[in-house]
T-cell receptor
Framework: DVKVTQSSRYLVKRTGEKVFLECVQD?????MFWYRQDPGLGLRLIYF???????EKGDIPEGYSVSREKKERFSLILESASTNQTSMYLC??????????????FGQGTRLTVV | KQEVTQIPAALSVPEGENLVLNCSFT??????LQWFRQDPGKGLTSLLL?????REQTSGRLNASLDKSSGRSTLYIAASQPGDSATYLC??????????FGTGTQLKVEL
């Protein structure tokens, strides 16, 4: 059974803290993604990665960075957490088969509250 | 920029009813379209993936169709059950396997 695992279901952090959200997938997927989900705004792409040590900005990268040192792990970093980063964060992974993109698999989400 | 719209935003039906959820997108140059289900406070569960060259996909009581030229997809749920209650999200796959999501249809199936 395919699996994308996020390190925490719930996190509470203080304003100004550096926050690490971890995501691990066991499917040997090339592509990994970080989204945030907010009521009325839907899911928005923060960063994504096609391969180890590669990263690309999504639609809302400001205030975030990412790290992908190993193929199975993709970390999202909030350099200095702010209250407007309170959100549900979702990690996803996908791959290619015979040149076609496969379905994306999502983790269970991390509900981050910044106080 | 791709925009994805889902109508209706919320839907309540009695158990056993067949129903259709709609998804429309503005840019027809897509690679695929994926339907997801999300239960409250949880992550997304993939339901169906339709490649751009396909017209429909079926899985159990679910059938998804794709009409690229008109920028539309529908998710048909047959014989709905209370366990189908969830938010259903449509996502359009563009370059780089990036997905652009709609804001979802919240479905409630009542006994």
């Amino acid at each position: 059974d395919v699996k994308v695992t996020q390190s925490s279901r719930y996190l509470v952090k203080r304003t100004g803290e550096k926050v690490f959200l971890e995501c691990v997938q066991d499917m040997d997927h090339e592509n990994m993604f970080w989204y945030r989900q907010d009521p009325g705004l839907g899911l928005r792409l923060i960063y994504f990665s096609y391969d180890v040590k590669m990263k690309e900005k999504g639609d809302i990268p400001e205030g975030y960075s990412v790290s992908r040192e190993k193929k199975e792990r993709f970390s999202l970093i909030l350099e200095s957490a702010s209250t407007n980063q309170t959100s549900m964060y979702l990690c996803a992974s996908s791959s290619y088969i015979r040149g076609r993109q496969t379905e994306a698999f999502f983790g269970q989400g991390t509900r981050l509250t910044v106080v | 920029k791709q925009e994805v719209t889902q109508i209706p935003a919320a839907l309540s039906v009695p158990e056993g009813e067949n129903l259709v959820l709609n998804c429309s997108f503005t840019d027809s140059a897509i690679y695929n379209l994926q339907w997801f289900r999300q239960d409250p406070g949880k992550g997304l569960t993939s339901l169906l993936l339709i490649q751009s060259s396909q017209r429909e996909q079926t899985s159990g009581r679910l059938n998804a169709s794709l009409d690229k030229s008109s920028g539309r997809s529908t998710l048909y749920i047959a014989a709905s059950q209370p366990g189908d209650s969830a938010t259903y999200l449509c996502a359009v796959g563009g370059g780089g396997n990036k997905l652009t999501f709609g804001t979802g249809t919240q479905l409630k199936v009542e006994l």
